[in-house]
């Protein structure tokens, strides 16, 4: 088996901010419009009246203060409350590859490689805008890459799982180099008109050049101690939408088809597992928690990952230990753990070791341990 390591990251995020005080505004004058058109059955009592969203309480709950959107437009339009993203000829490159190639270039940079280097390219993250041709394949055309490319969808841990594949095929030697993206355009997928979760999303792309030690010429790179994934059904985070809804009668763009959560539960089911798995994880390869200098976690909530965090080290966990970039980048599906990475790594030390981990829907949980070269 081939060593492996991750020699490269890149991060590519959309020039378009939305801050809370934005989305609640726009929240509260779509929700004010429809309490005034529903007022007859509010008074009869036969509807509830929309209770306003906050900009407190989003702070508090989740640690977001804002997210990027690859397209403002229409977000905030009350009329609309979703984005205005044009769909693009079929000759014309997609707007996932455009996100994916973003990332791709810094990442290859970061890790010495050009295209010829790499065998292999893996568009992974929560949703496709396609199902084909896959946009791995149209990347990997775009950067004139040969060999193969394919697309995966594990929510959450599309980036972890896609990481493992990588890792794999760079043990087996069935790719001397691979590439994994995370082009993450959550928008479309957003109901802006929910209260309860008009707040969690953005868009950002992510991706990460993997390859053998011994052809690794890069500044910071990482060996790969081990990787672990692990999924347990659950319907507590869903989103209905599919190449079926075009053949069922209902509403096509019913709010079923949109991400949907039971919040609370997912918090309190997730936590403890991810802790578990993570503890399991390192007592394998022979490490203690006191061992790892970095974790990058999955940034769903900054009270999830403090939790899991004083649950691993018994202590209050600090932002050089565990990094947040929720405050400035939302939840972005599967690149979150990684844009940790991407902005918190380069002050290792050669021998430290560092942990990435995601969970969310599916339930899925995905984790690598790394140790700095
Ligand atoms: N403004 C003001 N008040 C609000 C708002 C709001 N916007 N929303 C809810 N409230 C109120 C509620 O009505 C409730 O009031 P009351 O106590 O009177 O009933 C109160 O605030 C508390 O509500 P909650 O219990 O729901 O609040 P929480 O403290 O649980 O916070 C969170 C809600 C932030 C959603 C929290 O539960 C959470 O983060 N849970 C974890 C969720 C998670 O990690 N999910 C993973 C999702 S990501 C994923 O899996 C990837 C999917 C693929 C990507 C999708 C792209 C679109």
Known sequence: MNEVVISGVGLWHPEHIITNAELVASYNGWAKAENRRNAAAITASTMEALAPSSVEFIEKASGIRQRYAYVKDGVLDIERMRPNIPE??????????????NAARPALAAANKTPTDIDMVVVSCAYTQRAYPAIAIEVQAALGIEGFGFDM?????????????????????????????????????????????????????????????NTCTAQHSYGVLGTRARTVYSNNIRSNFGYLSFADDSDPFGTDKLFHQNGRKVFKEVCPMAADHLLAQIETLGLNVPDIRRWWLH??????????????LGTEPTKDVAPIVLDEYANTASAGSIIAFAENHEDLKPGDHGVICSFGAGYSIGSLVLRKR
Do not use: W
């Open 88 to 101: 693009r000829g079929e000759d014309e490159l997609s707007h996932q590859a455009e996100m994916a190639l």
């Open 153 to 213: 969808l594990v929510a959450c841990s599309a980036a972890t799982f896609a990481l493992q594949r990588a890792c794999d095929a760079v043990a087996a030697g069935s790719a001397r180099a691979v590439l994994v993206i995370n082009p993450e355009l959550t928008s479309p997928q957003v109901n802006y008109k929910d209260r309860d979760g008009h707040f969690i999303f953005g868009d950002v792309a992510t991706a990460m050049v993997l390859e053998r030690a």
């Open 299 to 312: 940034q769903a909530n900054i009270n999830m990952n403090q939790l899991i965090v004083r649950r691993l």
